[in-house]
């Protein structure tokens, strides 16, 4: 329920994509007569301010680009709606991050899908670009909403059931349904009711979802945390442990004394003493990179050669197979060792497009450059879906929010210059370097200063040590840190078996039902 509207979200965001490709058009002088259209009339841009020449459109699909004439002397209009659209995801990730920490993941999750929902509708219905860019910013509030706050299903699962949720493809799976609606439908405003109303159904989650376990016991929330409890244990079969009540008070009470009285947190603790700021920026900097590469080949999709519909949908379709694989490397190796192998991936493959690009006879380039580009965006993708989980593993829970929130707003602002990466420069090298700068990057960043997440529990409290730096919770004498940049209890929450799991420094952890005196939710 919380999810599967991500299909919607993928979907929505690169539906600019579709928007933004141009079709067969002729530049048709309006004295002649025939309407004629021929080679010399074919994509003609006409530089005289006394021409006759007006642009018609085939017929067979409708974009925004037809649908506003957006050529010419006005193609820089279409760069700037999806600019636009971005800078609204990047204010829909600040505004969520706080909000959800703030209010409460439920309430700020079903406000964002209903939002999404109505919008997305009303959009078909503009008569104007303008109208349409104000329409498409609102619409990506919505979209970096959604991405903050739908993470918060992460704080129910141990660390093997977070990457699973992680990596489930469902955004890969809504630009596959994008593919294949406007390839049916072949009308920009079908294709935006059709995302609307896709995630109508799932408003009703808010009848059965609860709120975070975690959020509402650091919240003081506590009579409201132990029902959620008991309908975890009751739909897993499992009795609530006698001592729930005392451990989520003892929570509460220390992030009390941490807090000083409960002093509400903002995006300021982030950057809160040498250790926590080194951490938000170096997060930060790597979702911003990564976010401009990987949208700029999605919206850069129709420089390509190839059929548009079939491109985009390869492009995330790819995902599926690599799906398991990676799954098991994020458990098997770890997440940054992952995430900086397909950076180092990308960053070959960006390469190879340059070399084909100076060595490689035209004729035979377009479809080795293409397939290079899918997988060099392919690996990018890999890459962040480590990050992402680090970024989630890495924060307590009274600033996950607020640090997911700012990593979002980072990659919006990535995405706000993704639009212009891969736009006709006169050179077709320059995207390739960029990417090549910003993967590479991402890939130093991580493997040099992220830490390894693999197998610690997602603290709940952040702590201040006496140099004035923010830390976690007092560590236990079991506890695998590794150089993490907040100390942990070890992940005792997703035990399945009376021989109990090896932590990553080969110990072998205490059997538990879900509580006991020395741990934490």
């Known amino acids: 329920m919380v999810m599967v509207p991500k299909v919607a979200i993928g979907y929505n965001m690169l539906i600019m994509s579709y928007g933004a490709y141009v079709t067969d058009w002729w530049c048709v002088d309006d004295v002649m007569s025939n309407n004629s259209r021929?080679?010399?009339?074919?994509?003609?841009?006409?530089?005289?301010?006394?021409?006759?020449?007006?642009?018609?459109?085939d017929d067979y699909t409708r974009t925004v680009v037809t649908e506003w004439d957006l050529m010419c002397e006005r193609k820089w209009i279409t760069p700037i709606i999806t600019s636009i659209q971005m800078a609204g995801v990047l204010v829909g990730a600040v505004i969520a991050g706080q909000s959800a920490d703030t209010f409460g993941r439920k309430k700020t999750f079903y406000l964002t899908l209903l939002l999404h929902s109505i919008l997305t509708v009303a959009i078909?219905?503009?008569?104007?670009?303008?109208?349409?860019?104000?329409?498409?910013?609102?619409?990506?509030?919505?979209?970096?909403?959604?991405?903050?706050?739908?993470?918060?299903?992460?704080?129910?699962?141990?660390?093997?059931?977070?990457?699973?949720?992680?990596?489930?493809?469902?955004?890969?799976?809504g630009v596959c349904l994008?593919?294949?609606?406007?390839w049916w439908l072949h009308d920009w405003t079908y294709a935006h009711i059709f995302g609307g109303a896709f995630t109508v159904p799932f408003l009703l989650g808010w009848f059965v979802v609860p709120e975070s376990i975690r959020w509402l016991t650091v919240k003081g929330k506590l009579d409201k945390a132990e029902k959620v409890i008991e309908q975890v244990a009751m739909m897993n079969g499992r009795a609530k442990p006698v001592n729930t009540k005392e451990i989520i008070m003892r929570i509460c009470n220390e992030e009390r004394e941490s807090t000083m009285g409960g002093k509400p947190y903002s995006y300021l603790d982030l950057y809160r003493g040498w250790k926590m700021a080194k951490h938000s920026i170096i997060i930060q900097?790597?979702?911003?990179?990564?976010?401009?590469?990987?949208?700029?080949?999605?919206?850069?999709?129709?420089?390509?050669?190839?059929n548009f519909y079939l491109n985009l949908f390869l492009m995330f379709i790819l995902e599926f197979p690599i799906f398991i694989p990676i799954i098991y490397?994020?458990?098997?190796?770890?997440?940054?060792t992952v995430a900086t192998v397909m950076y180092g991936a990308g960053t070959i493959s960006c390469i190879a497009v340059i070399i084909i690009q100076n060595t490689v006879p035209?004729?035979?380039?377009?479809?080795?450059?293409?397939?290079l580009s899918l997988a060099a965006r392919l690996f990018s993708a890999m890459a962040w879906a480590g990050i992402i989980i680090i970024t989630t593993e890495s924060y307590p829970t009274v600033i996950r929010n607020l640090g997911y929130g700012a990593a979002n707003t980072a990659a919006r602002i990535g995405g706000i210059v993704a639009p212009f990466i891969f736009t006709p420069s006169g050179n077709e090298m320059v995207p390739y370097i960029i990417v090549i700068v910003l993967l590479g990057l991402s890939g130093i960043l991580t493997r040099l200063f992220l830490p390894e997440?693999?197998?610690?529990?997602?603290?709940?409290?952040?702590?201040?040590?006496?140099?004035?730096?923010?830390?976690?919770?007092?560590?236990?004498?079991?506890?695998?840190?590794?150089?993490?940049?907040?100390?942990?209890?070890?992940?005792?929450?997703?035990?399945?078996?009376?021989?109990?799991e090896e932590n990553k420094n080969g110990r072998r952890a205490p059997i538990i039902c879900l509580f006991t005196e020395n741990t934490r939710l």
């Open 124 to 173: 078909a219905f503009v008569t104007s670009w303008q109208a349409f860019t104000v329409m498409r910013c609102l619409i990506g509030a919505t979209l970096g909403s959604y991405l903050v706050v739908s993470v918060f299903p992460m704080e129910f699962l141990g660390f093997k059931g977070r990457t699973v949720l992680s990596l489930i493809p469902t955004f890969a799976a």
């Open 329 to 336: 490397a994020l458990n098997k190796f770890g997440r940054r």
């Open 362 to 371: 035209f004729g035979y380039k377009g479809v080795m450059i293409t397939t």
């Open 178 to 182: 994008l593919a294949l609606v406007t």
């Open 38 to 57: 021929n080679n010399v009339t074919y994509k003609y841009c006409s530089n005289d301010d006394n021409s006759t020449c007006s642009r018609v459109y």
């Open 453 to 500: 997440t693999l197998g610690l529990a997602m603290e709940d409290v952040v702590q201040v040590d006496q140099e004035g730096d923010q830390e976690g919770v007092q560590e236990t004498k079991d506890t695998p840190t590794n150089g993490h940049p907040f100390k942990e209890t070890p992940d005792l929450t997703n035990r399945q078996s009376n021989k109990g």
């Open 285 to 306: 900097v790597t979702w911003w990179c990564t976010s401009a590469s990987l949208y700029g080949f999605a919206f850069g999709i129709g420089q390509l050669s190839g």
